[in-house]
Each structure stands twice: as C-alpha cells, then as structure tokens.
C-alpha cells in the first residue's frame, strides 16, 4: 500500500515558524516521524513538500495509478486553492486532511478548507499525531476495514 503524504507553503519551517502555534519540532522529525509510522503501519510512504501551488497540483497528478492514499496538509492553500481540490477530485485517490494546528480555533478563514472538500476526513490539532491518524485511517480504508 503507498501513500503519499504531501506538505505545502511554509511547513519546510516547522521549528523556526510560530513555535507557539507549530511548536518547535523540525520539518525534518516530521518526515523521520512519518516514515517510521509507516513502517509501523505496514505501509510505503513517499513524502513530497513545496511552497508551489503548481508543483503540488502536478505532484498530485503524477499520483495517479502509482499511490492508493493521500494524506494532504496543503497548509495555507487548503484555504485559497480551488486547483489542489480539482486536482484531487481528478485523481480521485482516496485523501485525508491533516493540520497540524486547530484551524478551527484560529481565524475565520482558516476555517474554509477547498482541499478538505475532496478528502473522507480532517485531522486537526492533533500536532505530527494528525499524520499517523490520518495513515491509519487510509490503511484501515483501504484495506476495507473502515468506512
Ligand atoms: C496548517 C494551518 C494553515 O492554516 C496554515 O496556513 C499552515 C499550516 C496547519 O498544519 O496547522 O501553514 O495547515
């Protein structure tokens, strides 16, 4: 089963950005996280990060026929991109949201989620946790267990 976790704009600087938002783990414990909860999980997984809408719609074409599951924190293009939603919905490649922070305690328009409109579930607040959450959710899924 390979997933493909995808990261957006600024989440390179975990650790340096708002650490009282973010906290003060780095980008890179979050990929070292990611993959041992894969392996955990029994999982593959490929993780793609970019501060560019258009290099992340492409990433997410290029998933298709080759990935089962998206795991997606689009960071603040969840927020503006009608691109990333279309290009989900292309794919049609099951999908779950994550962010890091509690978007729905923070300002209104962080509330608005385009990329959530393609996925089956959110995981927010939930800090790195959100992102094994959101693997075993499309394992169980996938594997028919879930939903
Ligand atoms: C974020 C929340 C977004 O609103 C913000 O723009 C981000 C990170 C999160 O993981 O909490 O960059 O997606």
Known sequence: MRILVINGPNLNMLGVREPDVYGRRTYADLKSDILCW???LGVTADIFQSNH???IVDRIQEAYGVFDGIVINAAAYSHTSVAILDALRAVRIPAVEVHISDVTKREPFRRLSYAGMACLRAYSGLGF???RQAMLFLRDYLSGKEG
């Open 129 to 131: 946790e959100g992102y």
């Open 53 to 55: 809408e258009g290099a």
């Open 38 to 40: 894969a392996r955990e």
